[in-house]
């Protein structure tokens, strides 16, 4: 999904790069210290020498050897601050081209270009996905539709979920179980293997027992309530057998107890023997129990297993079909609206995100140009400090000079020295106007306000796209498909 928004990526990665490194500063130009230069230079005590050999002459008019060493220093210290405001010039004037607003703003123009048609283009793959889907559960609803008109079913079909068919199961489970340990006690009585061996054979007699009532109540009873007579008549032909089944089993079970307790070899020919000649002729209480318990089981694994799932065969598995293609159809529309939702809300915060950064731009560019008009004036101010350190310098110099002189010092001693100033170039690099950047910048955001809109009006568009399918394959009622 990034790919496709990639004008909108590009443009929000490059508003968030920092657009300077620099800290801004009024200490640009160091201050000549007047004492340390003084201490230097020797000022004192070379116009102190010079004056005692009444050097300059009184008709002097050009500065001496130490003067212009004063004045070459402070023009030396005014060439480098020149030097380092021209440095400061060329970091502005890169700071103000890489905030580059021209680019940006073209950009913007190629992102509501391609944006708004990305995310159409991500709608319509869903009402693709959504298409198929839909289709699917058209077709799981005729299906359903004419197995009930086939069928003469007016009711919904029983879908055992989940959970309840492991309580199914874990209810035969537990008839198994609690049917073997309850045989096996009764059973241990005339095992040679004591409880072990009794245990071993009712737990054979209840695999048979609960196993054939299961297996005839789901694959065979069942038919009885099916239309066709056929298959009714094998339903019935079933539930007798399960009967004859049930009872012949919990017989068995029940001589071959007693047989066991009496003889030790040959039980099971004398318990077919009494089967045969007498079937419920059984002498001892605990028989009958066991008789009763073994069919008591079989009875509810039966029941149990003809709930299994809906008793009219094949109907539940015609509504599973519907069901799951139901749900397919609802949890991929639902994520579909999802991604389009998450989509739309990603795309309007970078969106504002970039709003808020061409904002902070102008204001980055406005302060920009103020620090170069502030390093201006610094460097103006700087001049006039030089000057007045110059002529400290020259100061300290011809008073020790004048201190020492025989002779009447040269007129220009009295001449102040005026620095000759340095104006800045104040040409530069094509700007923008601020009045017009917050012109620019204003239509650039309603430009991404407006697409804000569009994407809220594309992403409202799919949504009445997606619920058109369901007037194209409209949802059935009662099993019978509704006319578009």
């Not at 004591?194 to 007699?205: D, Y």
């Not at 007579?229 to 399960?242: D, E, N």
Request: aromatic residues 8%; contains cysteine; negative net charge.
């Amino acid at each position: 999904m990034a790919a496709r928004f990639e004008a909108l990526n590009r443009l929000w990665e490059s508003v968030r790069e920092t657009n300077h490194d620099f800290r801004a500063t009024t200490d640009i130009f160091p201050t000549l210290d007047v004492e340390k230069v003084s201490r230097t230079m020797e000022l004192p005590e070379r116009g102190a020498e010079n004056g005692a050999a009444n050097r300059p002459a009184k008709t002097a008019r050009a500065l001496d050897e130490v003067e212009q060493r004063i004045v070459a220093k402070v023009e030396e210290e005014r060439k480098t601050s020149y030097q380092l405001l021209e440095d400061q010039f060329q970091t502005f004037s890169e700071r103000l081209r890489n905030l580059d607003f021209e680019a940006h703003f073209g950009m913007i123009r190629e992102t509501n270009a391609t944006t708004l048609s990305d995310f159409h283009a991500e709608a319509e793959g869903g009402v693709d996905q959504l298409h198929g889907l839909r289709r699917d559960l058209k077709d799981a609803e005729d299906e359903t539709f004419k197995f009930k008109q086939k069928h003469g079913l007016e009711r919904a079909a029983k879908v055992t979920s989940g959970a309840m068919w492991s309580l199914k199961v874990s209810l035969v489970v537990f008839l198994l179980l609690l049917e073997t340990v309850l045989n096996g006690t009764f059973l241990a009585k005339g095992s040679e293997q004591g409880l072990l061996g009794g245990v071993t054979e009712a737990f054979t007699f209840a695999v048979l027992n609960i196993g054939s009532a299961l297996l005839l109540a789901f694959f065979c009873v069942r038919f009885l309530v099916h239309k066709s007579l056929f298959l009714k008549l094998l339903g019935s032909v079933g539930l007798i057998v399960y009967i004859g089944i049930a009872v012949f089993i919990n017989l068995a079970l029940a001589h071959y107890r007693e047989a066991a307790a009496t003889i030790l070899t040959g039980a099971s020919k004398e318990v077919m023997d009494n089967l045969i000649a007498s079937p419920f002729g059984l002498n001892d209480l605990s028989s009958w129990t066991l008789f009763g318990l073994g069919l008591l089981f079989s009875v509810i694994a039966f029941i149990d297993g003809c709930l299994m799932t809906d008793p009219y065969p094949g109907f539940a598995g015609v509504q599973k079909r519907l069901n799951a293609a139901r749900a397919a159809y609802v949890d991929r529309r639902a994520e579909l609206i999802e991604d389009l939702r998450d989509v739309r809300d990603e795309n309007n915060r970078k969106i504002e995100a970039i709003i808020r950064e061409l904002s902070a731009r102008r204001l980055e560019g406005r302060a920009i140009i103020q620090h170069r008009t502030r390093c201006i004036d610094l460097f103006n101010e700087h001049q006039n400090h030089l000057e007045r350190a110059a002529n400290q310098l020259l100061t300290i110099y011809r008073e020790a000079n004048r201190a020492a002189r025989t002779e009447p010092e040269p007129k220009y001693f009295s001449v102040a020295y005026r620095l000759e100033r340095l104006n800045p170039v104040r040409q530069f690099a094509e700007e923008w106007n601020d009045d017009e950047l917050v012109a620019r910048i204003r239509a650039a955001t309603d430009q991404l306000s407006e697409q804000m809109l569009k994407i809220a009006a594309e992403f409202e568009r799919a949504i009445d796209q997606y619920r058109k399918l369901d007037t194209m394959y409209p949802e059935g009622v009662n099993g019978q498909a509704q006319a578009a």
